[in-house]
């Protein structure tokens, strides 16, 4: 049948619409090929930028996706790109490529936010100069170091080896911790086997016996001591003595008992004879304890003969010295029966000429006797530049002459370097009592220290 050129026509528009809209005739396959085109560069961009944006969002620079990595993503998305149907949209290419099946590999290495301050936090150290040849010499030395040292060996031996090794002896004591009245209570009970006096000590008048005693503190503060009685001519003394100290019983733990045998001789110093160390810690001091513990060698004369708190004061609108005689402690025993009557005596040196003396009241039976006296000069401003105190302890006798303790010398001639410090300080506080301790020296020690005290017998 033929048809005419208008009806060709409608016939033609109407084929392509239909062949348009569902997909249907080789014009379709045509458009379809060149939309594949345009979507594989769209697709390959849009890859490109997912991985910049990955890029940017690291913490690190070099931990990109490596380009192996990248050009076979590309390859394969290409391939994939020309093997999908025809069918497939553009939005559906875009959808895959978006999610490579290939995971980039990034790296995750932490980062040390601390490595531009680790040279301050870790500086580098000096080296430590050493002294030289030159340098070095015995006065450098420190004494307590070594002696430290040697006291921790000493206290690692057994009561057996020290037994053996000094051959002091022994003593027996007990103590118990009362805790209604917070005292703890010390017993002295006996000691045996002391050494001989020849053996400690050659200017000793009697070289057979001993005449022993004990002194008993608490370490480290040994702010309160007592002695006991001493035995005549005996290497085995029996005391049976109490002694109390009030103190808290968590402190009474952490204390060390101290018992300090000497040996008295009224014409020389007395002599130590040994010494126990004995720790409280870990003991049960409430259910009470006694034992035996060997002799060890003392390490020091510490206050040997006793110490005297004394006050200063010094008025210059009324040129006068005030000397406070408040008290002393753990004096030097100088009679072997019956206890010490302590007191103080007092003398004011002027160009090493003795001007004028005063005494306190003694105290009868004690080592540590309390004055709380006032002794007054009358001296100038001038004058107190240029003078000196002789301040000395004496044990009285009724039958026969004062015993002497001890003293020390305050002013321009001073036994020391606390002696110095007091008498300083009084002087730079007028109207201002200065109270402080001094340990008691022999007359030896003084004077060769102080020409003063030789000028007072």
């Not at 290419?93 to 995971?103: G, V």
Request: contains cysteine; aromatic residues 8%; neutral net charge.
């Amino acid at each position: 049948m033929l048809l005419t050129n208008t009806a060709k026509k409608i016939i033609e528009s109407v084929w392509s619409l239909a062949c348009c809209n569902y997909g249907c005739c080789d014009c379709c396959y045509e458009e379809q090929a060149q939309t594949k085109k345009l979507t594989k560069s769209d697709i390959q961009h849009s890859f490109r930028d997912s991985v910049s944006r990955l890029d940017s969002t690291s913490s690190n620079p070099e931990s990109t996706t490596p380009k192996s990595i990248r050009d076979r993503t590309e390859s394969d998305s290409v391939s994939r790109t020309d093997s999908v149907s025809s069918a497939t949209s553009a939005s559906q290419f875009s959808f895959d490529y978006r999610k490579p099946t290939t995971t980039p590999v990034i790296d995750m290495k932490p980062i040390e936010f601390w490595a531009a301050n680790k040279e301050a936090i870790q500086p580098k150290q000096g080296r430590r100069r050493l002294p030289s040849e030159t340098e070095i010499t015995i006065e450098n030395f420190q004494k307590d170091l070594y002696e430290s040292e040697k006291i921790t060996r000493e206290v690692c031996l057994t009561d057996e080896e020290k037994l053996l090794k000094y051959q002091l002896g022994q003593i027996h004591f007990g103590l118990q911790y009362e805790v209604s009245t917070n005292i703890l209570v010390v017993k002295i009970i006996e000691a045996k086997e002391l050494p001989p006096p020849y053996c400690l000590d050659e200017n000793k008048q009697d070289m057979a016996h001993s005449n022993p005693y004990c002194r008993v503190s608490l370490i480290p503060d040994a702010k309160n001591s007592h002695q006991t009685s001493v035995q005549r001519k005996t290497q085995d003394p029996t005391w049976n003595e109490y002694f109390m100290f009030e103190i808290p019983f968590k402190r009474a733990g952490q204390m060390t008992l101290e018992i300090l045998i000497k040996d008295f001789d009224k014409y020389s110093r007395h002599c130590n004879i040994g010494m126990v160390h004995f720790p409280l810690e870990g003991l049960n001091l409430v259910k009470g304890t006694h034992t035996w513990k060997p002799l060890m060698p003392c390490i020091a004369d510490r206050h040997e003969l006793g110490e005297l708190l004394l006050s200063l004061n010094y008025l210059p609108s009324a040129g006068r010295l005030n000397i406070d005689v408040i008290k002393a402690k753990q004096l030097l025993q100088t009679d072997i029966i019956g206890g010490s009557d302590p007191f103080v005596k007092v003398t004011l040196v002027h160009f090493e000429k003795p001007v004028k003396t005063k005494k306190t009241t003694f105290k009868k039976n004690t080592l540590d006797p309390v004055f709380n006296e006032s002794i007054s000069f009358n001296i100038t401003p001038q004058q107190l530049e240029t003078a000196s105190l002789v301040i000395s302890v004496w044990d009285y006798n009724s039958k026969s002459k004062d015993d002497f303790v001890g003293r020390i010398v305050l002013g321009k001639y001073s036994t020391g370097p606390h002696e110095t410090n007091h008498w300083m300080r009084m002087l730079q506080s007028h109207r201002v009592p200065v109270a402080q301790w001094h340990s008691l020296r022999t007359r030896e020690d003084s004077d060769q220290v102080s020409p003063a005290s030789i000028a007072v017998p």
